[in-house]
């Protein structure tokens, strides 16, 4: 073996490391944009998610793509890390020659994929304490702090970085708060039933004998003027 070969076998370059996840951050770019397309998102939602990426540092589009992930996981339908990984080797070789022994290097191979899956895989935590519910995040830091009664977390498709509100309940009643270790309310605790729907607005919630519709601003929005 030649001391150029030894050299890439044996030398972890932090240069390499970054250019490979910023042309893998491309890749995962690509397929949320497919992911919108495929759920007929609309273009105008499309280009603010991308332009919004584009004035990110490579770790803020990083952190931004995982918390999309996370609150909207059939992104990863039928993704292969090893094909996001090959694809960012390849834009990354200068020729066939070094492409091909980055991907015959299987010790580098597996750790680049755990790089890439600790860093895009990052889902949050529902706690229990005392009987009551708070959410951490990967990190264990408090999104939501363990005082409701009952969470339920919106996995639906939203089609930019929006943080989607928690369905909450607390002293019996319903509403929406945000993740974002505030405990913002996006609406008050007044509700008998919150429900998800599947397009904006995202949530059906009845009280006082009424049906209403609740944007992710906590907007009521009355039922008729619905699709």
Do not use: W
């Not at 073996?1 to 932090?14: G, V």
């Not at 999309?68 to 694809?87: C, E, H, S, T, W």
């Not at 977390?153 to 009643?173: E, F, N, S, W």
């Not at 209403?212 to 003027?225: H, I």
């Amino acid at each position: 073996m030649t001391d150029y070969q030894n050299i890439i076998n044996n030398y972890a370059d932090p240069i390499e490391e970054l250019q490979i996840r910023h042309f893998a951050c491309k890749e995962m770019e690509r397929q949320i944009h497919r992911y919108i397309k495929a759920m007929r998102g609309s273009k105008e939602h499309m280009l603010r998610f991308e332009e919004t990426l584009q004035s990110m540092s490579l770790e803020d589009k990083e952190r931004a793509i995982a918390l999309y992930i996370d609150l909207n996981r059939k992104v990863l339908d039928g993704l292969d890390f090893k094909l996001v990984l090959a694809r960012a080797m390849a834009n990354y070789s200068d020729t066939y020659e070094f492409l091909v022994t980055l991907i015959n290097d299987k010790r580098r191979i597996v750790r680049y994929l755990n790089i890439l899956r600790d860093t895009y895989i990052q889902y949050h935590k529902v706690i229990e304490e005392d009987g009551k519910f708070g959410i951490l995040d990967y990190h264990g830091n408090t999104l939501l702090s363990p005082k409701y009664e009952f969470l339920r977390t919106c996995y639906v498709y939203v089609d930019d970085l929006r943080t989607m509100p928690i369905i909450a309940q607390l002293d019996g009643k319903l509403g929406l708060v945000l993740p974002d270790g505030n405990d913002t309310l996006v609406t008050p605790f007044k509700y008998d039933s919150i429900s998800l729907r599947e397009e904006p607005p995202y949530f059906e919630a009845k009280y006082d004998g009424k049906v209403v519709m609740l944007t992710t601003e906590g907007v009521e929005v009355e039922k008729t003027g619905c699709r």
